[in-house]
């Protein structure tokens, strides 16, 4: 065969001492993005079922039905938290997947359990109640405050996870 009509090799890359073709990296990385995603996504399906205990009625209803922006907003900022936490986890991991998956699916469980003691530690102490913020229909000063609450443990958990 001659010289111009060799197919061209795909590029390769060296990983410690091996070398690793470009299909193969990015076959892991694939599979990498996949499992996080799904784990990012079972965290936060959690998370808004924790919410959701913690609020009379069904969440999901006083949503979409109901249209309730106190529920809207505490959800919104508990599940931005728990994302922060799961992309601190996976820039934490250093490419290792197995124990990558496990810190992040154990940091954000603890995310949500720490943001649920928040919830109930602004009730007992500050006197702010979800379950009433919840009752209300316009937006309440004490849903932007645990929504920003949320979004600071969140940020809190994941800085302490890196």
């Given at each position: 065969?001659?010289?111009?009509?060799?197919?061209?090799p795909l590029p390769t890359t060296a990983i410690g001492t091996?070398?690793?073709?470009?299909?193969?990296?990015?076959?892991?990385?694939?599979?990498?993005?996949?499992?996080?995603?799904?784990?990012?996504?079972?965290?936060?399906?959690?998370?808004?079922?924790?919410?959701?205990?913690?609020?009379?009625?069904?969440?999901?209803?006083?949503?979409?039905?109901?249209?309730?922006?106190?529920?809207?907003?505490?959800?919104?900022?508990?599940?931005?938290?728990?994302?922060?936490?799961?992309?601190?986890?996976?820039?934490?991991?250093?490419?290792?997947?197995?124990?990558?998956?496990?810190?992040?699916?154990?940091?954000?469980?603890?995310?949500?359990?720490?943001?649920?003691?928040?919830?109930?530690?602004?009730?007992?102490?500050?006197?702010?109640?979800?379950?009433?913020?919840?009752?209300?229909?316009?937006?309440?000063?004490?849903?932007?405050?645990?929504?920003?609450?949320?979004v600071a443990i969140g940020l809190i958990t994941a800085v302490?996870?890196?």
């Amino acid at each position: 065969m001659s010289p111009s009509l060799q197919p061209t090799p795909l590029p390769t890359t060296a990983i410690g001492t091996e070398t690793v073709s470009l299909a193969e990296l990015l076959g892991r990385g694939s599979l990498a993005i996949a499992c996080y995603a799904v784990l990012g996504v079972i965290l936060l399906i959690i998370g808004f079922y924790v919410i959701d205990l913690a609020i009379p009625g069904k969440l999901s209803r006083l949503i979409k039905t109901d249209r309730n922006p106190n529920a809207a907003l505490l959800t919104a900022s508990g599940l931005a938290a728990v994302g922060l936490i799961v992309a601190a986890s996976i820039w934490s991991s250093g490419g290792a997947l197995q124990e990558g998956l496990l810190a992040t699916a154990v940091f954000g469980l603890v995310g949500i359990a720490v943001q649920t003691v928040g919830m109930i530690a602004f009730d007992k102490i500050a006197g702010i109640s979800v379950r009433e913020l919840v009752a209300e229909p316009d937006l309440q000063p004490g849903t932007r405050l645990l929504a920003v609450t949320h979004v600071a443990i969140g940020l809190i958990t994941a800085v302490a996870v890196i």
